[in-house]
């Protein structure tokens, strides 16, 4: 898998950034993107293989454009990967139906929207592998978390039913839940409060703040050991359909796996006489 051409979302800061750079070291060519090209470039620095692309990942014609400049450059798409998001955070009652949709827009809508120009060349091609960075709030629900888990437990769905489409044209996805790692997802640039102020939740929603304010720049996670970890798994002859990172995201998994089986066990018997005598 050396010397493959990668696009990568919300390259100019935080995971975005450490997997770009990733890939360059490994002599990878990259076509990085963000909503802003000079931050991007300043934050990456200049390569020979390296192609910086204006991308909002709301737009479509951001992505179709994008999607035309990396095939014209490189000639074809081997690794994409979906990483741009953002948090908006807060109680469901206390989000506004315009926050929800933003969420949705950015890390549901947007991974899509980035996915769909590049899926006719990699048809064509018969390979190309398609990385979405999900989260552990795509495995369990969590409080203040309602439009994030959204996105992310539809980004999880969407992946996995994509992969029974496009697997008969060799093209493989793989689904990453990290943990907390030390990116800059929690920051004022990417993290946003709920509009609303309702009395009832005003005691949890202010030990909820300080506890997403508090966690930026603590979370135990390296990023840069993720990218490097996705170049060793883009290695391999084989993508996993999914990759838990961090020892947190096994153990939510593993929680999220016992619940189910707990579940099954309580009414396996009423859920087993349902079909029609």
Known sequence: MSNKVWFITGAGRGMGLDITKAA?????????????????????????????????????????????ATLERFGRIDVLVNNAASFYAGYFEELSPEQMQLQLSTSLNGPM?????????????????????????????????????????????????????????????????????????LTQDSTQFADLKLDDYSERRAAQEAFWTGANGTQPGDPAKLAQALITLTNLDELPRRFLAGADAIQAAE???????????????????LAID
């Open 24 to 68: 360059l070291a490994a002599g990878h060519k990259v076509v990085a993107t963000g909503r802003n090209i000079e931050k991007v470039a300043k934050a990456i620095g200049a390569s020979e293989n390296l192609l910086i692309v204006k991308l909002d990942v709301t737009s479509a014609s951001d992505a179709e454009a994008a999607a035309k």
């Open 255 to 273: 929680q999220k796996i016992e619940l189910l089986q707990q579940q099954i066990a309580a009414h396996r018997g009423l859920s087993s006489c």
């Open 113 to 185: 929207t980035v996915t769909r120009p590049f899926l006719p060349a990699m048809r064509k091609q018969r390979s190309g592998r398609i990385i979405s960075i999900s989260s552990t709030a795509a495995l369990l629900g969590f409080e203040f978390c309602t439009a994030y888990s959204a996105s992310k437990f539809g980004i999880d769905g969407w992946m996995e039913a994509l992969q029974t489409e496009v697997g008969p044209f060799g093209i493989e996805t793989m689904i990453v839940n990290p943990g907390f790692f030390r990116t800059e997802l």
